[in-house]
C-alpha cells in the first residue's frame, strides 16, 4: 500500500479511524471503485496492509447486481447489490492500494 504524505498527514489528524472498501462490481461489465468512511460488515476481514497505520481499515469486497447495469445508468449506484462468491478469491484480491488527500478529501486506487 502507498500512502502519499498528504494522506498520511489527514488520517493521523483524524479522530476517528479512516474505513476503506475496494469494491469489484460485477455486472454486464465490471467496474472497480474505493468507497470511503463506511463501516465494514462484521464479518469482513481487514487486508494485511491495513495494519500500515492503526486508524487504517482496508477491505475487499466483490460485489454483483442482481441484473445488469452499464456504467452510464443513472440508478447504478441505487442498484440491490449482493456479495459475489469468488471460489478463488486471492486470485481477484488486489495487489496493490494507493491512497492520496486532496481538496480536503481521500482518493486513489488499487489494482492487480
Given at each position: 500500500m502507498e500512502m502519499s504524505p498528504a494522506a498520511r498527514r489527514a488520517l493521523e489528524a483524524r479522530a476517528a479511524p479512516l474505513y476503506v472498501?475496494?469494491?469489484l462490481f460485477f455486472s454486464c461489465l465490471i467496474r472497480k471503485r474505493l468507497r470511503w468512511d463506511q463501516p465494514p460488515p462484521a464479518d469482513i476481514a481487514p487486508m494485511p496492509?491495513?495494519?500500515?497505520h492503526p486508524q487504517l481499515v482496508v477491505w475487499f469486497h466483490p460485489v454483483m447486481a442482481q441484473h445488469c447495469a452499464l456504467?452510464?445508468?443513472?440508478?447504478?449506484?441505487?442498484?440491490?447489490?449482493?456479495?459475489?462468491?469468488?471460489?478463488?478469491?486471492?486470485?481477484?484480491?488486489?495487489?496493490?492500494?494507493?491512497?492520496?488527500?486532496?481538496?480536503?478529501?481521500?482518493?486513489?486506487?488499487?489494482?492487480?
Open positions: 472498501e475496494m469494491e496492509s491495513s495494519s500500515d456504467p452510464n445508468d443513472a440508478a447504478l449506484e441505487d442498484l440491490p447489490l449482493m456479495d459475489f462468491p469468488l471460489s478463488r478469491r486471492d486470485t481477484f484480491r488486489p495487489h496493490w492500494l494507493r491512497i492520496d488527500y486532496r481538496g480536503g478529501a481521500f482518493g486513489g486506487d488499487f489494482g492487480w
